[in-house]
């Protein structure tokens, strides 16, 4: 079975409902917005020097900690993983749209 970003977002959903004291992500969120943000942040730069290191073994591990990250700050923010890709579908229906208006110009 494959492990979706969906099921890491209800995951985490759950996990800021939960007073597990032993929860990482728990933590964050009573952390708030700025310490998570924080966090994001400096995934991404990591996630960035292993990029320009050529390290993909890293870069694989530190995309797992921008993605979870990500995910921890929309939730405290309250934005839908949904309407992130609801808006990346809007983005892909545009630029298609906008190929076929371009190809049809040129015939
Ligand atoms: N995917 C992740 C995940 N990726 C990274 N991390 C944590 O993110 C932290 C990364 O920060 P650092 O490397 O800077 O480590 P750190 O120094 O301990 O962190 P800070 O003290 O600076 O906050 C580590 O503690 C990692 O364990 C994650 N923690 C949780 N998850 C997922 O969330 C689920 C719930 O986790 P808990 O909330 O801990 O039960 C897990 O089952 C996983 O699926």
Request: charged share 30%; glycine share 6%.
């Amino acid at each position: 079975m494959t492990f979706t970003l969906d099921d890491l977002a209800a995951l985490i959903k759950s996990r800021r409902a939960d007073d597990a004291s032993t929860s990482y992500t728990k933590s964050l969120f009573d952390a708030g917005v700025p310490r998570i943000s924080k966090k994001f942040g400096e995934e991404a730069f990591e996630a960035v020097i292993a990029a320009m290191e050529g390290d993909n073994k890293s870069l694989t591990s530190e995309a797992a900690d921008v993605l979870y990250h990500l995910l921890v700050l929309l939730e405290a923010r309250d934005v839908a993983l949904s309407e992130v890709l609801a808006e990346l579908g809007r983005r892909t229906a545009q630029s298609g749209l906008a190929e076929k208006a371009s190809r049809g110009a040129a015939q």
